[in-house]
């Protein structure tokens, strides 16, 4: 059973340039959830993807969007990147919109210079 | 909105050493309680979770965590540690009833000499 995947595992970009992330969750799981881990510090909640919609925001700006396909599988789009958008991002999938116990994936490690 | 501090950022250990790390929360309501753990190179994984009932909870690889209501606290606990414990701990929280959206702690580095 294959667990959270994310693709790529590295990106290095430019500041100014768009970057997409891809999660596929784990089998069974319905709901998606994104998080930005920079270094020295706990992931931070960006968004929850259940039913193709984003259902809940945490506090990141609207350069930060995302989209769920019908297998669940999800994107992270972020637009304008920033140095400051340099990060672990993480996926992390749930059985259900309560998201009570979430797997999370190896992460993508986004470098912007 | 619900806040997590881990006090202890970095700990050293040697083997056999007993280990407890700290975790407070701020919330007024019900509150759902996890340790995550992060070893070099691989991904996050739930070590222990509480939602209700008994407050002493057993985790994996003898990890233990005691919710203390009126400390608001919920430290993790390990008798004796072992090299393959050197990992990064998160310490989170969700609001029961609420978003469940869960808020980390900013994690403690622990290394466990041989």
């Known amino acids: 059973d294959a667990g959270v995947t994310q693709s790529p595992t590295h990106l290095i970009k430019t500041r100014g340039q768009q970057v997409t992330l891809r999660c596929s969750p784990k089998s069974g799981h319905d709901t998606v959830s994104w998080y930005q881990q920079a270094l020295g510090q706990g992931p931070q909640f960006i968004f929850q993807?259940?039913?193709?919609?984003?259902?809940q925001r945490g506090n990141f700006p609207d350069r930060f969007s995302g989209h769920q396909f019908p297998n669940y599988s999800s994107e992270l789009n972020v637009n304008a990147l920033l140095l400051g958008d340099s990060a672990l991002y993480l996926c992390a999938s749930s059985r259900d919109r309560v998201g009570y116990e979430q797997y999370f994936g190896p992460g993508t490690r986004l470098t912007v210079t | 909105a619900q806040s997590v501090s881990q006090h202890n950022h970095h700990v050293i250990l040697s083997e056999a050493a007993s280990l407890e790390l700290g975790c407070n929360y701020s919330y007024g309501g019900t509150v759902n309680l996890f340790w995550y753990v992060q070893y070099p190179g691989q991904h996050l994984q739930l070590l222990l979770k509480?939602?209700?009932?008994?407050?002493l909870v057993k985790g994996i690889k003898g990890f233990e965590a005691e919710f203390i209501k009126s400390k608001f606290s919920f430290n993790l606990r390990k008798p004796s540690v072992q090299w393959s414990d050197t990992a990064e701990y998160f310490c989170a929280v969700n609001a029961r009833g609420g978003s469940y959206i869960p808020t980390f702690g900013r994690g403690t580095s622990l290394i466990v000499h041989p």
């Open positions: 509480y939602f209700s009932g008994d407050p």
């Open positions: 993807y259940y039913e193709e919609e984003e259902r």
